[in-house]
Structure formats: C-alpha cells, structure tokens
C-alpha cells in the first residue's frame, strides 16, 4: 500500500489564483481530513468527510472548498489564494471515527502565496 | 476535548530512555490519551495510544495513571532520529464530526549524541 499520498510537495503561487492540493488513499479508509501547520504551531482542522459525498467543516474552513466523489480521493480546492494560505498542508485518513482509530497522514504539501 | 499539558522542550542521551509526561486532568472516562510525533518537515506519525491499560508497541510503551490524569510515554532507547515533536492528544472514543485530531505544542525531544 502506499498509504495517503499528497500532490504537489511543493507549490508557489500569486495571489488570487486558484489551485487544488490532490490526496489520495489506498487503504478504503472512509473518513479523510485536511490540516493546515503554519511555522511552529500544530495543526488545525479544515475540513472532514466521513465518506463519499458527505464533507463538513473543521475549525478553519475559510478559503477553501472540498468535495469527497470517491473514498479514494479528497482535494482541497483554494479558491483565491491569499498570503495568509502560506502553510503546510496535510492530509489524513482512518478507517473510523474517534478514539480507538488511528490517523495516517501524507507527506504534506509546502504552498507559498507571493 | 479534553486539554493536554506538555513540557515544551526536553533532552535525552542517544541510547538512554526518554520519558515524556503529559497531563490530561480533564479527562472524561470513554477518551482515549493518544500520541503522535513530527519529524522536521514531515507528515504527524502514529506512536501509540490507550484507553486505560498501559501500551507497549515496538515503537514505545504509554503508561497511564490509575486515575488517569496523566500519561508518559516512553521510548526505550532513544536514537538520534527519535529527535521530534510530540504531541499527546485526547480524543473521544466516539465523534459524529469525523476523525479529527486537535494537536497542542507539543514536545520538542532533542536526542543528543
């Protein structure tokens, strides 16, 4: 298995543009979140899903859209980026919710707003 | 969920144990006391995690008080690539808002040579 794998390692982008962080897993995991870790601080919740179709919002969800077509997949759109979208992104899955259940997280994605 | 207190920084010799406390006072009874490390510019890496009982794996072992208030993890012999965040976390065993994971500070272990 490949377990959870992020594209692209690294972006640059001017703001206003748009983009996608891609993630995938291979481990039929149904619940699939996205962190965000800006420099010497621990992650932060952006969105969930707990499985195909159904997404909901973590506790910064502002900027960015994400949809859950298949268990596999679950991309982060930014809409316009901005300077303060400056971050590592990181994506997580598990085969359950809650305590009992293990998160395996990606590599992360290392974006720059200009 | 309930909050986690770790010392900020910490120091062990390579091939010595390190010993790393967490305090959850707050804990309610169906939370699990979870760990998890970061190595420099990597994604969060599962360690370990317990309910009640104490936990060993070939990674570390996780010991919990009886009154569960707070919780050490241990790593047996320490290597220069243990140097890492770690980040003690307290998840409830059952969520309706997905599989989230709130991460503090941390520790920042250093293993010296």
């Known amino acids: 298995n490949a377990g959870v794998t992020q594209t692209p390692k690294f972006q640059v982008l001017k703001t206003g543009q748009s983009m996608t962080l891609q993630c995938a897993q291979d481990m039929n995991h149904e619940y699939m979140s996205w962190y965000r870790q800006d420099p010497g601080m621990g992650l932060r919740l952006i969105h969930y899903s707990v499985g195909a179709g159904i997404t909901d919002q973590g506790e910064v969800p502002n900027g960015y859209n994400v949809s859950r077509s298949t268990t596999e997949d679950f991309p982060l759109r930014l809409l316009s980026a901005a300077p303060s979208q400056t971050s590592v992104y990181f994506c997580?899955?598990?085969?359950?919710?809650?305590?009992?259940?293990?998160?395996?997280f990606g590599p992360g994605t290392r974006l720059t707003v200009l | 969920d309930a909050k986690t207190t770790q010392p900020t920084s910490m120091d062990c010799a390579e091939g010595r144990a390190a010993n790393l406390p967490c305090n959850h006072s707050t804990i309610s009874g169906n939370e699990y006391v979870y760990w998890y490390r970061q190595i420099h510019s990597q994604g969060p890496q599962y360690i370990i995690h317990g309910l009640k009982n104490n936990e060993t794996n070939e990674m570390a072992s996780l010991i919990i008080t009886e009154d569960r208030k707070s919780s050490t993890l241990i790593l047996p012999h320490a290597t220069l690539r243990d140097t890492a965040v770690y980040y003690c976390?307290?998840?409830?065993?059952?969520?309706?808002?997905?599989?989230?994971?709130?991460f503090g500070e941390g520790t920042q272990l250093t293993v010296n040579p």
């Open positions: 997580a899955s598990s085969s359950g919710q809650g305590g009992g259940n293990e998160q395996f």
């Open positions: 976390i307290v998840r409830p065993a059952y969520e309706t808002s997905g599989s989230r994971l709130t």
